[in-house]
T-cell receptor, first 110, second 112 residues
Framework: DTAVSQTPKYLVTQMGNDKSIKCEQNLGHDTMYWYKQDSKKFLKIMFSYNNKELIINETVPNRFSPKSPDKAHLNLHINSLELGDSAVYFC?????????FGQGTRLTVV | GNSVTQMEGPVTLSEEAFLTINCTYTATGYPSLFWYVQYPGEGLQLLLKATKADDKGSNKGFEATYRKETTSFHLEKGSVQVSDSAVYFCALTLNRDDKIIFGKGTRLHILP
């Protein structure tokens, strides 16, 4: 019973393509996040949703668009992928400030 | 603004050595403080937390005490194991559902 699951785990794609990463949590949390982790392991928040509403949108290119169909899901769609988008993307959910993370999606843009 | 600063890594120790990873924070209010651990190939998982001054969080032999006077939350373990090799992140949050602010992470490598 995975608490926060994201798919796919690995994604290799060419520059210019559009791709999506899906995230689902079965913890009943109201808040979900997307983080980007670069090659140096630095974690940067991208978006946060609370009960399907966007509450945090950090400085992220508008090629990145989150979608929350319901409070258990927060998907990330990326248009016109660039080499610099290569990273590990983590989905997380939280309740009372404690976060639970998915396993990550390693995106490689070639 | 709110931020977390933790010691740069990598930190390399021998098994059974004493570990300290320093973490200090800047916050406009009264944050909750956390240590997360990321094992190779996995997502982050909560290691321990403290929600108010002088609280001590502990788990798996790791401890950290919330020091308001020094705005610190240093992670310690008395005797590390090879299995503790991972990246450790100090973090804070100010509100229940506000964003979690992470430090840059410290990679720990334990030699057998």
């Amino acid at each position: 019973d995975t608490a926060v699951s994201q798919t796919p785990k690995y994604l290799v794609t060419q520059m210019g393509n559009d791709k999506s990463i899906k995230c689902e949590q079965n913890l009943g949390h109201d808040t979900m996040y997307w983080y980007k982790q670069d090659s140096k392991k630095f974690l940067k928040i991208m978006f946060s949703y609370n009960n399907k509403e966007l509450i945090i949108n950090e400085t992220v290119p508008n090629r990145f668009s989150p979608k929350s169909p319901d409070k258990a899901h927060l998907n990330l769609h990326i248009n016109s992928l660039e080499l610099g988008d290569s990273a590990v993307y983590f989905c997380a959910s939280s309740q009372r400030a404690e976060a639970f993370f998915g396993q990550g999606t390693r995106l490689t843009v070639v | 603004g709110n931020s977390v600063t933790q010691m740069e890594g990598p930190v390399t120790l021998s098994e059974e050595a004493f570990l300290t990873i320093n973490c200090t924070y800047t916050a406009t209010g009264y944050p909750s403080l956390f240590w997360y651990v990321q094992y190779p190939g996995e997502g982050l998982q909560l290691l321990l937390k403290a929600t108010k001054a002088d609280d001590k969080g502990s788990n798996k032999g790791f401890e950290a005490t919330y020091r308001k006077e020094t705005t610190s939350f240093h992670l310690e373990k008395g005797s590390v194991q090879v299995s503790d090799s991972a990246v450790y992140f100090c973090a804070l949050t100010l509100n229940r559902d506000d964003k979690i602010i992470f430090g840059k992470g410290t990679r720990l490598h334990i030699l057998p």
